[in-house]
Structure formats: C-alpha cells, structure tokens
C-alpha cells in the first residue's frame, strides 16, 4: 500500500498506480516492465521454481545481463527487507495503520481510478 501509494503521489499516471497496487497483471504495461514484474514476482513467490529460461525470457526482451541482475538485486533487497521486518516483529508506527485504513475508507472509495482494477 506504501508503495502504490508513493507511485501514485509521483506519476502521472494515477491509473498505473491503481493496478499497481490491486494487480499489476492487469495494467497496460510494456513488454520489459511486464516481464521484469512477472521475473520479480515469481522470484518472489517461489524461488526455487526460477529456471534458466526466466533469465533468458529478459534477455529476449532486451534486458543486460547488468539489467538482469539489478531486477534480482532489487527483488532480493525488497525481500529480505520485508523478512528482515517480519522476522523481528517490526510493527507499523502508531496511526500510521489507522491512516492507511482512513485512507482507503475515506474519499479514495469514490475514485474509481483508484480503487477499481482495469478488467
């Protein structure tokens, strides 16, 4: 939610921002942004299922092996970040949870933009 909404704060494309947050799977994304995100994802989801063919599905895109290896790096560090802060019980600061839940409860409903994922 923190990361959609920053995208959203600086894009200006509010209705990526909107996909991005719900399911990325459904935004109007270019062939590389598209295969870096499933690349990420699937690292994600499930590591152990990562094949060869995965990085060679991004170097056909056009992805370096440099590019390649900072979507790793970048998937990797949001991970273990995220781990890192689950693992030690890392809690949201105070109000920061009832503003998130104000948020998406108070005039963002009425901004179908927003809160309605693009079929």
């Not at 459904?26 to 990420?40: E, I, N, S």
Request: net charge negative; aromatic share 6%; glycine share 8%.
């Amino acid at each position: 939610m923190a990361h959609g909404g920053f995208l959203r704060q600086h894009s200006d494309d509010p209705e990526l921002a909107s996909h991005i947050m719900h399911d990325y799977t459904k935004a109007d994304l270019d062939p590389v942004t598209r295969g870096m995100l499933d690349f990420a994802s699937k690292l994600t989801r499930d590591p152990t299922s990562m094949q060869k063919t995965d990085v060679e599905q991004l170097r056909a895109l056009g992805l370096s092996d440099e590019q390649i290896l900072s979507v790793v790096l970048i998937t990797c560090v949001f991970n273990f970040m995220t781990r890192l802060a689950d693992g030690l019980g890392v809690e949201v600061p105070p109000g920061r949870q009832e503003a998130h839940e104000r948020w998406l409860t108070g005039g963002v409903l009425s901004q179908d933009w927003l809160m309605t994922p693009k079929e």
